[in-house]
């Protein structure tokens, strides 16, 4: 199949492109203009006049739930769910049952990504033994079946000679670790930010300290290793000044932040809603500030979705026994782009760490729109109004705080390999 993207806005940071032009794709790649023309019988002209076309968004930090929990998501739904919100790859963690701490479960999902999914799925190792902290991973196995990092996302490394031990080894291949930072001893029991709206809501807070003790103690492991660290779902401000500065010294530290952690404050906890409780917690506006401050300044890298679905027992209940997480892939471009259109965030830049951050950091055959490269795109309606409903989710998990808010710019095409995979918000199979 052969297609020409035409007039579209075409922004690709890793180009410095940034101008209305056309995009070639032929038999799954992009292909240079001068081999492709719109008189050709066989191309699918797909006009994009008034809209954004990049290449094409990867989320590099979400739970698939499978093996183990397929009432919760499969790679099946959750891939469907990325592509409708315009990604064309997503990373998966490594906290199924069984764990991703061994060749096997890592081939069978690659295998089963291979047969049933829309979107690329790249499979992360665990650092850990069953993410229990106590041994290594199979990590040279969990590489030759194409992990393409390790973290033991949902729980931290609580021993520092361990976490060292994984950043050293995963220095062997390249591998960038993941560092789920949390001071469990200062987290536990904690169901939101500790703060002014904890006390006013009688609720058990967790210390923004919980996550920067850690930051700061990662950063120091890298800082002796000289490994690749990544901090994931980075939400403090103190963590915010750990990793600027450790990128003054010029240390190989990246990090992510979440849509919800943009865009959302610890102040709607006050209706109890469980679907707005999530590890780490939803913080005040001092931090949402740094946040946004690092994102603009280049501090924070990527924006990654930490997509985590739950069955509806487990949300629809009192929030002390709702569990943490937030299902996201179908509305985080959008949350973006309505940040970006109310002028909170900038979109060159926003675009930037959806697709060139995600690439280098992982090592990633995409992230650009150069001639020869897959034809991963995604096409954004930057004016396009919709109102969230939940109940249109691909993904199993309807548990979203943003259900029935009006997001202004909105994924309207996702291609994966040269395919459609999804249009206007609806998956094409």
Not at 221 to 241: F, Q
């Amino acid at each position: 199949m052969k297609f020409l993207i035409k007039n579209g806005r075409v922004i690709d940071p890793a180009n410095q492109i940034d101008d209305i032009r056309n995009i070639f794709v032929a038999d799954g790649f992009i292909a240079d203009s001068d081999s492709i023309a719109s008189s050709d019988q066989d191309v699918k002209v797909i006009d994009a006049e008034g809209l954004i076309v990049t290449p094409g968004f990867i989320d590099m930090h979400v739970h698939l739930r499978e093996p183990g929990q397929e009432y919760k998501e499969d790679i099946t739904t959750g891939s469907w769910a990325a592509a409708a919100g315009g990604f064309t790859a997503v990373c998966c963690m490594p906290n199924t049952d069984p764990v991703i701490d061994n060749h096997v479960v890592a081939s069978f999902i690659k295998e089963r990504a291979r047969k049933s999914a829309l979107v690329k799925v790249f499979p992360v190792g665990a650092i850990t033994k069953n993410l229990e902290g106590e041994k290594l991973s199979e990590i040279a196995g969990l590489v030759s079946a194409g992990c393409v990092a390790i973290s033991d996302d949902g729980n931290p490394v609580k021993k520092a000679n361990m976490m060292r031990n994984g950043l050293e080894y995963a220095k062997m291949f390249d591998l960038p670790v993941l560092s789920h930072c949390e001071e469990e001893n200062l987290s536990s029991g904690g169901l939101m930010h500790e703060g002014l709206y904890s006390f006013i809501y009688g609720l058990k807070g967790i210390p923004a300290a919980a996550e920067a003790i850690m930051v700061g103690r990662d950063i120091s492991l890298a800082r002796l290793t000289g490994s690749r660290l990544h901090i994931c779902h980075i939400s403090a401000a103190e963590s915010v000044d750990l990793v600027r500065q450790a990128k003054k010294e010029g240390l190989p530290v990246t990090c992510e932040v979440t849509p919800h952690h943009l865009a959302l404050s610890d102040k709607i906890i006050g209706d109890y809603d469980g679907n707005t409780k999530v590890n780490p917690p939803l913080r005040g506006q001092d931090h949402i500030d740094a946040l946004i401050a690092a994102v603009k300044d280049g501090t924070i890298d990527c924006i990654a979705t930490d997509h985590a679905p739950h069955h509806i027992e487990s949300k629809d209940c009192e929030f002390q026994m709702a569990s943490f997480g937030i299902s996201g892939l179908e509305t985080a471009v959008a949350v973006c782009m309505d940040m970006v259109n109310r002028g909170v965030l900038e979109l060159k830049r926003v675009i930037e760490m959806f697709t060139l951050n995600p690439a280098n950091i992982l090592r990633l055959n995409g992230g650009a729109l150069n001639a020869g490269m897959p034809a991963d795109i995604t096409v954004i309606d930057l004016k396009l109004k919709k109102t969230v409903d939940v109940a249109s989710f691909y993904s199993k998990g309807k548990n979203n705080p943003f259900h029935k808010k009006e997001l202004t710019g909105w994924p309207v095409l996702t291609m994966v390999n040269g395919k459609i995979a999804a249009q206007n918000g609806k998956i094409i199979i």
